[in-house]
């Protein structure tokens, strides 16, 4: 009992031992401590993958095989982190699609929900830098679709890209930056998870219910940690599945072609957790709006705790919202269908259908169903102060 009064040890023991938890979460709220548990697991396989790979143009895609056919495991590290990125993005949005149905953005969480969505976006910086690493056909051709992009921006567009490429092209000036901050973006993340943490620690947990009790707590140690422990246990066996039997199947062939400037795959596609932007991407004819729309579909999630307006934030207790959230569920699945096919009829006009309803949930149907709910339900809550005073 004497450590538990040392200043670290004291704090550690308030944030994951006696931290007071909502006793009524489901198993939706273990995505949380598997993203964590992924983070930790990509960053421990990174550094070892780093101490055998050579960002250089003319090494890089054979540093790649010598990890897979001359280290010791080398294999199982490539095959753990290539698919562990899969599994991390899979718990993260997960974690955050129950915010969005639990109302986990809603007041006094909005500066955590904000922090969720910035470790979002460095993920996807992270991840796509890391695409380009092995250096095959899809890495090299992703990377000069995607980093042109920026050539949309008037003026300066054409400025920017040769900036970001290092040169007049994709080279090696390119894959060794990329490298680098692939290395340090994932700290970054860890820190801003940190904080994440210390955040939630603030306002408390949200719940099912969606409803604030200072009472109806347990100790986050033994409740959760088992309950959470259960979790990493089975998606464990889940992510097992990936990396033993199913090694490549979230990847792509043709990156197992090396680099070259001079064959221009007949598809050109981005790994699957970045299809549903980049049907966005797609959806419209005009190169600077698309790259507008594909921004604007994630920053807008920033914005969501100031757009929302309902009174009542688990959606078990708005029923025309829980229709809409799983229409929003179902929009963003073909999102992804059409981001993996070619932009051609039907797969366009379907995007363009998906893409207005993916932005109509935010900037329409969020705001004014939670002025209507306030309307029908009579929770206005300055009408109810002022009868109060009355």
């Not at 979002?120 to 991840?127: R, V």
């Not at 970001?164 to 092209?169: I, Y």
């Not at 889940?238 to 090396?258: A, R």
């Not at 799983?326 to 995007?351: K, Q």
């Amino acid at each position: 009992m004497r450590l538990l009064k040392r200043p670290l040890i004291r704090e550690l023991n308030n944030f994951i031992v006696d931290y007071p938890t909502p006793s009524n979460l489901s198993y939706w709220w273990n995505f949380g401590f598997i993203a964590a548990f992924c983070l930790i697991t990509q960053i421990v396989t990174g550094i070892f993958l780093a101490m055998h790979y050579t960002p250089h143009v003319d090494l890089a895609f054979i540093s790649v095989e010598h990890i897979m056919r001359d280290v010791n495991y080398g294999w199982l590290m490539r095959y753990i982190h290539a698919n562990g990125a899969s599994m991390f993005f899979i718990a993260v949005y997960i974690h955050m699609f129950r915010g969005l149905y639990y109302g986990s953005y809603a007041s006094p969480r909005e500066f955590l929900w904000i922090i969720g969505v910035i470790i979002l976006l460095i993920m996807i910086l992270t991840a796509f830098m890391g695409y380009v690493l092995p250096w095959g056909q899809m890495s090299f051709w992703g990377a000069t679709v995607i980093t042109n992009l920026a050539s949309a921006v008037p003026y300066i567009g054409e400025h920017i890209v040769h900036w970001l490429w290092g040169g007049f092209s994709v080279d090696n000036a390119t894959l060794n930056r990329f490298f680098s901050l692939h290395y340090l973006l994932p700290f970054v993340i860890a820190g801003l998870v940190g904080l994440h943490l210390v955040v939630l620690h603030e306002d408390g947990s949200n719940n099912p219910l969606g409803i604030d009790s200072k009472v109806d707590k347990v100790p986050f140690y033994p409740y959760y940690y088992v309950k959470d422990l259960f979790g990493i246990v089975v998606f464990g066996l889940f992510f097992s599945v990936f990396v033993f039997f199913y090694p490549n199947l979230l990847g792509h062939p043709d990156n197992y072609i090396e680099a070259n400037p001079l064959v221009t795959p007949p598809h050109i596609v981005p790994e699957w957790y970045f299809l549903p932007f980049y049907a966005i991407l797609r959806s419209i004819p005009n190169k600077l709006l698309g790259v507008v729309a594909m921004l604007v579909s994630i920053l807008i999630l920033i914005a969501l705790p100031f757009l929302n307006t309902s009174e009542i934030r688990s959606s078990q207790f708005r029923p025309i919202h829980r229709k809409l959230f799983w229409l929003f569920f179902v929009d963003c699945v073909i999102l992804g269908w059409i981001g993996g096919n070619v932009p051609e009829t039907p797969y366009l006009e379907i995007g363009q259908i998906a893409t207005v309803f993916y932005f109509a949930y935010f900037l329409v149907f969020i705001p004014v169903l939670g002025k209507l709910e306030t309307y029908l339900l009579g929770l206005d809550t300055n009408q109810y102060k002022k009868h109060l005073i009355k």
